[in-house]
């Protein structure tokens, strides 16, 4: 069964502080074309820069989200994602006149009743989700960090927390589905300990953070002159006072467990840069802005593959990523030139592994040498440069219709001869990546062990008729 993608019905706006810059800004929900994705609009700018909200134009996560383009950026937009993001909006554009989305009160309520108040509109094309076929998991040990993606018929959040701080300690919850998304998860706030936002204060941060939008967890036995020092940085006229559950000003609770499932909705509002939804189920154990978009990145990388097999893979070979018949779609080689059986490991914009099976019946071996046949060097290095020719093509909108050019080899070195019956293993892995020109270090080996190397300089052209 079919999904239809969808966008709202009207546009709504929004006025308030952004936490970190303190500048008051107004943001504009307003429907989009069903193929534009979420786009962020900066109209206070010149040229007001359109910025698509995708993992490939975020420039920095040290204080939320920020993602930007040719200097022009938008930050701490995760909650106004994850608001899009749990409402199962595809398409959406969003104007806003200033540098940060407003903080609101800390958590998505606002912006999700504000679209939902806008209406849902079903749009004339189909919605396509990010699949996988096995567990896909990131780690970052110096972080403590796990997460493990799993097929599923749908998105679901497994988020576990552990702080070791006497308030807050270790929770847990889980997202079964998104229709679960206003009522468990929306009105979660961002937190933050006492200790670290005195330290944000003191730099100069979070100019326009209060204990009104955010929850700001106290240290047991916190003194009656420290409440008084804080009450002086946020210059509140009333005192401060901590809750049993260790709050500052005494903020009930919106759920038991309202930190870690805050954790789930920054998730969600950082998996909508993959500019796709998601089938699969996401377990996570401490994961935050940083890690998750390490995680996208992945991701990215996984689904720039699938994007490429759709286009030139019509085979049902999972283990191969180009075989024979996809190679032909996008190198113009063809026997008894064509050196690149398959294509068995690929990484967008960073490696590629290929395989050539070298047999007695190639040409080459009928004067390379008679009765001591071996592969010629030269065309070891024709085999690399033709699997790292397809490098570049993840980047070309019609990649078919163009050619890689090498401008140089350098360093080739070769340590031992290939026979008949050998299998050569090209394993490309890229140096520098630019639209129509790559830098790549290229081996090969047959069974573990290197036969040949070298630097190669690849140049994209347009593929004259």
């Not at 900066?42 to 996560?61: F, Q, S, T, Y």
């Not at 006492?194 to 240290?219: F, T």
């Not at 047999?359 to 592969?375: R, V």
Request: glycine share 8%; net charge negative.
């Amino acid at each position: 069964m079919t999904e239809c993608k969808q966008t709202i019905g009207s546009s709504v706006s929004y006025t308030g502080i952004g936490l970190h810059s303190g500048e008051i800004s107004t943001i504009t929900f307003k429907p989009a074309g069903s193929e534009e994705g979420i786009v962020f609009i900066r109209v206070d700018l010149p040229h007001k820069p359109e910025i698509p909200a995708d993992i490939d134009h975020v420039v920095d996560i040290s204080r939320g989200t920020t993602i930007g383009i040719n200097g022009a950026t938008v930050g701490t937009i995760e909650h106004v994602l994850s608001a899009i993001k749990g409402l199962n909006i595809d398409n959406i554009r969003i104007e806003i006149n200033g540098p940060e989305a407003p903080v609101a009160d800390g958590s998505p309520i606002v912006f999700f009743n504000l679209l939902k108040q806008a209406g849902l509109v079903p749009q004339d094309s189909e919605r396509v989700y990010f699949e996988i076929d096995g567990p896909i998991s990131f780690s970052a040990p110096e972080d403590n960090v796990d997460v493990v993606i799993v097929p599923s018929n749908e998105l679901k959040v497994t988020f576990m927390i552990d702080y070791k701080h006497p308030y807050l300690g270790t929770q847990y919850t889980w997202l079964p589905n998104l229709d679960v998304y206003e009522k468990e998860f929306a009105g979660a706030r961002t937190f933050c300990f006492i200790k670290e936002i005195l330290q944000l204060k003191e730099m100069g941060l979070i100019k326009g953070g209060s204990l009104e939008n955010a929850l700001v967890i106290a240290e047991p036995g916190i003194s009656e002159a420290e409440l008084k020092h804080l009450q002086d940085v946020f210059g509140y006229h009333k005192e401060v006072t901590v809750s049993p559950e260790g709050i500052l000003n005494s903020h009930p609770l919106r759920y038991y467990n309202e930190f870690v499932r805050h954790k789930v909705v920054d998730l969600l509002g950082d998996i909508a840069l993959l500019g796709m939804p998601i089938k699969g189920h996401i377990l996570a154990a401490r994961s935050g802005h940083k890690t998750n978009v390490e995680l996208v990145k992945k991701l990215r990388q996984i689904q720039k593959k699938q994007e490429l097999q759709q286009l030139y893979q019509k085979g049902k070979n999972k283990d191969v990523v180009f075989d024979i018949n996809a190679i032909m779609r996008i190198i113009p080689h063809r026997y008894p030139f064509l050196l690149v059986d398959k294509i068995v490991e690929f990484i967008p914009g960073e490696s590629l592994v290929g395989i050539k099976n070298v047999t007695i019946n190639e040409p080459f071996f009928q004067g390379h040498f008679p009765g001591h046949p071996i592969m010629p060097g030269v065309l070891i290095v024709e085999g690399m440069a033709q699997a790292g020719g397809i490098m570049l093509l993840n980047q070309l909108e019609n990649p078919q219709d163009h050619v890689a050019y090498f401008g140089s080899i350098d360093n080739v070195k070769f340590r031992k001869p290939v026979m008949p019956g050998d299998t050569l293993r090209y394993e490309l892995k890229v140096i520098s990546l630019k639209r129509s020109l790559a830098k790549m270090h290229g081996e090969t080996f047959v069974d573990g062990e290197k036969v040949a190397e070298g630097d190669f300089l690849a140049m994209i052209t347009k593929r004259e008729d």
